[in-house]
Protein backbone atom coordinates (compact mmCIF):
# COMPACT_ATOMS: atom_id res chain seq x y z
CA UNK A 1 0.00 0.00 0.00
CA UNK A 2 2.97 2.35 0.02
CA UNK A 3 2.58 5.46 -2.52
CA UNK A 4 -1.06 5.10 -2.52
CA UNK A 5 -3.21 7.53 -1.21
CA UNK A 6 -6.40 6.35 0.64
CA UNK A 7 -9.98 7.95 0.44
CA UNK A 8 -13.49 7.42 1.51
CA UNK A 9 -15.89 9.79 0.32
CA UNK A 10 -19.66 9.52 1.62
CA UNK A 11 -22.35 10.84 -1.18
CA UNK A 12 -24.97 10.11 -3.98
CA UNK A 13 -24.78 8.54 -7.28
CA UNK A 14 -25.15 10.57 -10.03
CA UNK A 15 -26.20 7.98 -12.46
CA UNK A 16 -27.19 4.22 -12.46
CA UNK A 17 -23.34 2.69 -12.46
CA UNK A 18 -22.25 1.87 -16.18
CA UNK A 19 -21.28 -2.06 -16.62
CA UNK A 20 -18.67 -1.98 -19.67
CA UNK A 21 -16.94 -5.79 -20.19
CA UNK A 22 -13.10 -5.24 -21.36
CA UNK A 23 -11.68 -7.25 -24.37
CA UNK A 24 -10.95 -10.06 -22.08
CA UNK A 25 -14.53 -10.35 -20.56
CA UNK A 26 -13.84 -8.76 -17.33
CA UNK A 27 -16.26 -6.80 -15.90
CA UNK A 28 -15.68 -3.13 -14.67
CA UNK A 29 -18.16 -0.85 -13.54
CA UNK A 30 -18.06 2.87 -13.33
CA UNK A 31 -19.93 5.36 -11.31
CA UNK A 32 -19.66 9.00 -10.26
CA UNK A 33 -20.09 9.80 -6.21
CA UNK A 34 -21.23 13.53 -5.86
CA UNK A 35 -20.02 14.56 -1.82
CA UNK A 36 -21.51 18.06 -0.87
CA UNK A 37 -20.73 19.26 2.35
CA UNK A 38 -23.17 20.99 4.49
CA UNK A 39 -22.77 23.36 7.13
CA UNK A 40 -25.07 25.10 9.47
CA UNK A 41 -25.46 29.02 9.29
CA UNK A 42 -26.58 30.28 12.60
CA UNK A 43 -26.78 33.77 11.36
CA UNK A 44 -29.99 32.47 9.32
CA UNK A 45 -30.54 29.66 10.79
CA UNK A 46 -30.26 27.85 7.94
CA UNK A 47 -28.31 25.04 6.22
CA UNK A 48 -25.86 25.95 3.11
CA UNK A 49 -24.67 24.01 0.51
CA UNK A 50 -20.97 24.42 -0.50
CA UNK A 51 -19.28 23.36 -3.91
CA UNK A 52 -19.90 19.48 -4.63
CA UNK A 53 -17.23 17.08 -5.18
CA UNK A 54 -17.77 15.04 -8.09
CA UNK A 55 -15.12 11.57 -8.15
CA UNK A 56 -15.28 8.97 -10.75
CA UNK A 57 -15.46 5.57 -9.41
CA UNK A 58 -14.28 2.14 -11.01
CA UNK A 59 -15.01 -1.40 -9.45
CA UNK A 60 -14.04 -4.95 -10.74
CA UNK A 61 -14.88 -8.62 -11.62
CA UNK A 62 -17.87 -9.61 -9.76
CA UNK A 63 -17.94 -6.77 -7.69
CA UNK A 64 -18.76 -4.71 -10.43
CA UNK A 65 -21.68 -6.54 -11.43
CA UNK A 66 -22.91 -6.93 -7.52
CA UNK A 67 -22.69 -2.86 -7.80
CA UNK A 68 -24.34 -2.59 -11.16
CA UNK A 69 -27.64 -4.30 -9.74
CA UNK A 70 -27.40 -3.15 -6.60
CA UNK A 71 -27.16 1.03 -6.66
CA UNK A 72 -29.14 3.20 -8.14
CA UNK A 73 -28.90 6.80 -9.43
CA UNK A 74 -29.65 9.04 -6.44
CA UNK A 75 -27.96 5.92 -3.45
CA UNK A 76 -26.21 7.62 -0.71
CA UNK A 77 -22.81 5.24 -0.84
CA UNK A 78 -19.44 5.28 1.11
CA UNK A 79 -17.07 4.40 -0.98
CA UNK A 80 -13.32 2.90 0.47
CA UNK A 81 -10.39 2.80 -2.36
CA UNK A 82 -7.00 4.09 -3.49
CA UNK A 83 -7.25 7.77 -5.42
CA UNK A 84 -5.55 7.54 -8.79
CA UNK A 85 -4.16 10.49 -11.11
CA UNK A 86 -4.43 10.53 -14.60
CA UNK A 87 -2.58 13.15 -16.74
CA UNK A 88 -3.56 13.81 -20.36
CA UNK A 89 -3.90 17.05 -22.85
CA UNK A 90 -7.19 17.99 -23.92
CA UNK A 91 -7.93 18.99 -27.19
CA UNK A 92 -6.45 22.10 -27.36
CA UNK A 93 -2.94 20.81 -25.99
CA UNK A 94 -3.95 22.13 -22.39
CA UNK A 95 -2.33 19.64 -19.82
CA UNK A 96 -5.13 18.31 -17.42
CA UNK A 97 -5.29 16.06 -14.76
CA UNK A 98 -8.28 13.86 -13.38
CA UNK A 99 -8.94 12.02 -10.51
CA UNK A 100 -10.77 8.49 -10.03
CA UNK A 101 -10.94 6.07 -6.96
CA UNK A 102 -9.76 2.51 -7.71
CA UNK A 103 -12.56 0.66 -5.46
CA UNK A 104 -11.86 -1.81 -2.56
CA UNK A 105 -15.10 -1.39 -0.78
CA UNK A 106 -18.72 0.36 -1.78
CA UNK A 107 -22.19 0.37 0.01
CA UNK A 108 -25.52 1.85 0.86
CA UNK A 109 -25.26 4.29 3.57
CA UNK A 110 -27.50 3.38 6.00
CA UNK A 111 -28.41 6.86 8.01
CA UNK A 112 -31.52 8.11 5.63
CA UNK A 113 -32.49 3.73 4.22
CA UNK A 114 -32.60 0.64 4.75
CA UNK A 115 -31.19 -1.76 2.70
CA UNK A 116 -31.76 -5.81 2.59
CA UNK A 117 -28.45 -7.86 1.76
CA UNK A 118 -28.52 -10.93 -0.44
CA UNK A 119 -25.19 -13.23 -0.39
CA UNK A 120 -24.35 -14.07 -3.65
CA UNK A 121 -23.51 -17.25 -5.04
CA UNK A 122 -19.50 -18.32 -5.38
CA UNK A 123 -17.40 -19.69 -8.24
CA UNK A 124 -17.22 -16.58 -10.57
CA UNK A 125 -14.30 -14.56 -11.08
CA UNK A 126 -14.88 -11.98 -8.58
CA UNK A 127 -15.06 -14.29 -5.75
CA UNK A 128 -12.08 -15.62 -3.76
CA UNK A 129 -10.18 -16.11 -1.07
CA UNK A 130 -8.55 -12.89 0.74
CA UNK A 131 -4.49 -14.09 1.62
CA UNK A 132 -3.01 -10.76 3.21
CA UNK A 133 -3.95 -7.87 0.46
CA UNK A 134 -3.98 -10.45 -2.59
CA UNK A 135 -7.26 -12.17 -3.87
CA UNK A 136 -6.84 -15.83 -5.38
CA UNK A 137 -9.81 -16.92 -7.56
CA UNK A 138 -12.18 -19.04 -6.80
CA UNK A 139 -14.73 -20.02 -4.31
CA UNK A 140 -16.80 -17.81 -2.34
CA UNK A 141 -15.07 -18.25 1.61
CA UNK A 142 -12.91 -15.24 2.81
CA UNK A 143 -9.93 -16.01 5.12
CA UNK A 144 -6.62 -14.82 6.81
CA UNK A 145 -5.10 -17.81 5.68
CA UNK A 146 -5.18 -20.40 3.24
CA UNK A 147 -6.00 -23.23 4.88
CA UNK A 148 -8.77 -22.39 7.39
CA UNK A 149 -11.48 -25.00 8.10
CA UNK A 150 -14.03 -22.14 6.83
CA UNK A 151 -12.67 -22.45 3.52
CA UNK A 152 -13.68 -25.58 3.23
CA UNK A 153 -17.12 -24.45 4.52
CA UNK A 154 -16.46 -26.32 7.85
CA UNK A 155 -17.05 -23.09 10.30
CA UNK A 156 -18.66 -20.60 7.77
CA UNK A 157 -21.70 -19.48 9.17
CA UNK A 158 -21.95 -17.51 5.40
CA UNK A 159 -21.55 -20.81 3.45
CA UNK A 160 -23.52 -22.91 2.06
CA UNK A 161 -26.92 -23.46 3.32
CA UNK A 162 -27.47 -26.41 6.14
CA UNK A 163 -30.17 -29.24 5.64
CA UNK A 164 -32.41 -26.78 7.55
CA UNK A 165 -31.30 -23.33 6.41
CA UNK A 166 -31.16 -22.21 9.92
CA UNK A 167 -27.87 -20.46 10.83
CA UNK A 168 -25.51 -21.84 13.24
CA UNK A 169 -25.56 -18.57 15.59
Known sequence: MAGETPIT???????????RFTANGAPVANFTVASTPR???????????????????AVWRQYAENVAESLKKG???????KLKASSYQDREGVKRTSFEIDVDEVGPCL??????????????QGGGQW???QQSGGGDSWSSSGSSDRNRGGNDPWGA???NDEPPF
Do not use: H, M
Open 131 to 133: RGN
Open 9 to 19: IIGNLTADPEL
Open 39 to 57: SFDSRTNEWKDGEPLYLRC
Open 75 to 81: TQVIVVG
Open 161 to 163: PSQ
Open 111 to 124: RFATAQVTKTTGGG
